[in-house]
T-cell receptor
Framework: EAGVTQSPTHLIKTRGQQATLRCSPISGHTSVYWYQQALGLGLQFLLW???????NRGNFPPRFSGRQFPNYSSELNVNALELEDSALYLCASSLEGTGVGYTFGSGTRLTVV | GQQVMQIPQYQHVQEGEDFTTYCNSS?????IQWYKQRPGGHPVFLIQLVKSGEVKKQKRLTFQFGEAKKNSSLHITATQTTDVGTYFCAGENTPLVFGKGTRLSVIA
């Protein structure tokens, strides 16, 4: 069974540009979560999508947005990039109720220069 | 909102020594999950605790859930270099709220 896949692995952008990150969940998982992991700040919750709807968002500005497609894959868009947006962006999927926990992808390392 | 605090932030141990990380929540948790992130890797689910006072073991790892379901601990007996990484606890409150983690380094 394929795990959670994220693309691209690395992304370098210039301040002010837009970045698009993609995530494919494990087959059968309907929930997709996005987390930001900046150096020394742990895992900060960004967005949660389930069944194509945004269910919750963390304490991030509106320039962080995303969507979930009918096949449950998801993309995260970050507009007007700032230097402090440089971080590892992790996507996770889950099948709630199984107690299995979240399965994370390998992440996208975004560097803003 | 829910907050999950972990201590210590860093721990350096000699190979063979024991290691413990503690997790405390500001609210009662329905369950708690533990994850491990190796250097350069992504978090990997280790275990979920659900019941008050629950204790679970995975080889040299022992996980405990407090009686009040507001704290938890992870204890590693006789650490090995393969235990290196950051250990996160996370409170079940969809979406998961993660602690900042405890970074373990093991000196051979």
């Amino acid at each position: 069974e394929a795990g959670v896949t994220q693309s691209p692995t690395h992304l370098i952008k210039t301040r002010g540009q837009q970045a698009t990150l993609r995530c494919s969940p494990i087959s059968g998982h309907t929930s997709v979560y996005w987390y930001q992991q900046a150096l020394g700040l742990g895992l900060q919750f960004l967005l949660w999508y389930d069944e194509g709807e945004e269910r919750n968002r963390g304490n991030f500005p509106p320039r962080f947005s995303g969507r979930q497609f009918p096949n449950y894959s998801s993309e995260l868009n970050v507009n007007a990039l700032e230097l402090e947006d440089s971080a590892l962006y992790l996507c996770a999927s889950s099948l709630e109720g199984t107690g299995v926990g979240y399965t994370f992808g390998s992440g996208t390392r975004l560097t803003v220069v | 909102g829910q907050q999950v605090m972990q201590i210590p932030q860093y721990q350096h141990v000699q190979e063979g020594e024991d290691f413990t990380t503690y997790c405390n929540s500001s609210t009662t948790l329905s369950n708690i999950q533990w994850y491990k992130q190796r250097p350069g890797g992504h978090p990997v689910f280790l275990i979920q605790l659900v019941k008050s006072g629950e204790v679970k073991k995975q080889k040299r790892l022992t996980f405990q859930f407090g009686e009040a379901k507001k704290n938890s601990s992870l204890h590693i007996t006789a650490t090995q270099t393969t235990d290196v990484g950051t250990y996160f606890c996370a409170g079940e409150n969809t979406p998961l709220v993660f602690g900042k983690g405890t970074r373990l380094s093991v000196i051979a």
